[in-house]
């Protein structure tokens, strides 16, 4: 049996004042004791969030594959650990994008996660042109393939959120057939590629999950949480959704 597994990416939002949203939310998980919550706030917040987090996990948005060097401004999964991280999210989309990261780039920040102990989430996700070209599932599947970790080393739990990039911060939510269909796809290849762990390995849905859309979501099979941006900045929004987690 596999926990629901809530995470907040607060992206690039947040600061010291906003840290006050950890409270209620914290209160909540412990409300919610058959839930995993976490908050991933930008990294100058991960230090001063987990001292008022209350022992709920704090996590990183992205780290680099090596452990330290001459890469200015980036961040290693050791240094994650050292600020009190306890997860980091790696290949989101919009570093995908954005700063051009490759499956092979996301699969050594997964490895070196791992390696570091930390709780990873590897974000996979087709664009809109890739569903409407019937592509989705194939996409995912060789994302997958591209960036999951090769090694098992280290403690750390891989966790996969499967993320529409059209869904993400627009509103647009995918149906429960699509995700039922994806995530199945996603579970499909995840015992392939990982043999028995493929079956324990948790798969978040992220895109636009709010309070009201939440719990059908949750009733999903194959659908172990959900990956949250907007909504997880305020304790108004997200503390529903964590409800809807504990009671699916
Ligand atoms: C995300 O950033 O991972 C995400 C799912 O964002 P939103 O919930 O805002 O769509």
Same mark, same amino acid.
């Given at each position: ?6 995470? /907040? ?26 839930? !995993? ?28 594959? +090596? ?78 393939? /591209? ?62 999950? +709010?309070? !009201? ?8 099979? !194959? ?26």
């Amino acid at each position: 049996m596999r926990r629901k597994l809530v995470v /907040g990416n607060w992206k690039m939002n947040g600061s010291l004042a906003q840290l006050s949203e950890l409270g209620p939310i914290a209160a909540a998980a412990r409300k919610s004791p058959g839930v !995993d919550v976490a908050i991933c706030p930008p990294f100058t917040l991960i230090a001063p969030a987990r001292a008022r987090a209350s022992g709920m996990p704090i996590g990183g948005q992205d780290c680099h594959g +090596k452990e330290s060097g001459a890469h200015t401004g980036c961040v290693s999964a050791a240094m994650l650990k050292d600020a009190g991280a306890r997860l980091v999210i790696v290949g989101h989309s919009e570093r995908r994008a954005e700063q051009c990261e490759s499956d092979k780039a996301v699969r050594s920040k997964a490895e070196a996660a791992l390696k570091q102990g930390l709780q990873t989430i590897l974000c996979v996700g087709e664009s809109d042109k890739e569903r409407e070209a019937g592509r989705a599932v194939t996409v995912v599947a060789a994302q997958l393939q /591209g960036s999951l970790p090769q090694t098992a080393e280290g403690e750390g739990e891989l966790v996969i959120a499967y993320e529409p990039i059209w869904a993400i911060g627009t509103g647009k939510v995918a149906t429960p057939d699509d995700v039922a269909e994806m995530h199945a796809a996603i579970r499909a290849e995840l015992k392939q590629l990982l043999a028995h762990r493929g079956a324990t390995v948790r798969i978040l849905y992220g895109g636009s999950v +709010k309070g !009201d859309n939440a719990a059908e979501l949750f009733a999903v099979p !194959d659908v172990d949480g959900a990956l949250v941006g907007g909504a997880s900045l305020t304790a108004a929004q997200f503390v529903p959704i964590v409800e809807a987690a504990g009671r699916g």
